[in-house]
């Protein structure tokens, strides 16, 4: 049973306007929050991360939002832009995992031009 | 900026071969991660390690060992290697000393096919 689950397998939105990826997860232990982007041919790397102790955390274009009584999270990008078409994971961790974090099994991100 | 480099981006070996994946981390890094990633599924640790010849099981580690010899290099083993595991393989590391919750850093990744 996956304890980070991120219902949308892909999204489509046109070039700037607002894309929303959304995660949700089920272990109330969970204490940090982060967003991994992806692309094709390429390793995950680092985009945004959220403490539980915060609501919001913004950078630049980025915005995640932690909504703690729904364990829910979502990834605000404003505005799209091509460059941002990739695969996004959500990841979450928590002392019972020591340095691992659980990931999402991601939503594939189009912007159109 | 760190690198985290795996030794091949594709490889493609016969059912019952023994493969080796190769991960070279450059910022001494006490933690190094394999996991496997497919579609629908995400990122599923296979195994971790905190410190040279230490591992630890991640979440799906049958079929699969690994070895820690030197703090840089962190090695997956498939003794011998079936169609089920035909996936995308990435190394990440991260550091012991930062804060608990340092983000972990990836490599390319391997694609491995068996066939």
């Known amino acids: 049973d996956q304890q980070v689950k991120q219902n949308s397998p892909s999204l489509s939105v046109q070039e700037g306007r607002i894309s929303i990826l959304n995660c949700d997860y089920t272990?109330?232990?969970?204490?940090?929050f982060l967003w991994y982007k992806k692309y094709p041919a390429e390793g995950p790397t680092f985009l945004i991360s959220?403490?539980?102790?915060?609501d919001k955390n913004e950078d630049g274009r980025f915005t995640v939002f932690l909504n703690k009584s729904a364990k829910h999270l979502s990834l605000h990008i404003v505005p799209s832009q091509p460059g941002d078409s990739a695969v996004y994971f959500c990841?979450?961790?928590?002392?019972?995992?020591?340095?691992?974090?659980?990931f999402g099994p991601g939503t594939r991100l189009s912007v159109l031009p | 900026d760190v690198k985290v480099t795996q030794s091949s981006r594709y490889l493609v070996k016969r059912t019952g071969e023994k493969v080796f994946l190769e991960c070279v981390q450059d910022?001494?890094?006490?933690?190094m991660f394999w996991y496997r990633q497919d579609p629908g599924l995400g990122l599923r640790l296979i195994y971790f390690s905190y410190d040279v010849k230490m591992k630890e099981k991640g979440d799906i580690p049958e079929g699969y060992s690994v070895s820690r010899e030197k703090k840089e290099r962190f090695s997956l083993i498939l003794e011998s290697a079936s169609t089920n595991q035909t996936s995308m393989y990435l190394c990440?590391?991260?550091?012991?000393?930062?804060?608990?919750?340092?983000?972990?850093?990836f490599g390319p990744g391997t694609r491995l096919t068996v066939l």
């Open positions: 990841a979450a961790r928590s002392d019972n995992y020591g340095q691992n974090f659980v």
């Open positions: 910022m001494d890094h006490e933690n």
């Open positions: 272990n109330s232990m969970f204490d940090y």
């Open positions: 990440a590391s991260s550091s012991l000393s930062g804060p608990p919750t340092d983000t972990q850093y």
């Open positions: 959220i403490s539980s102790i915060k």
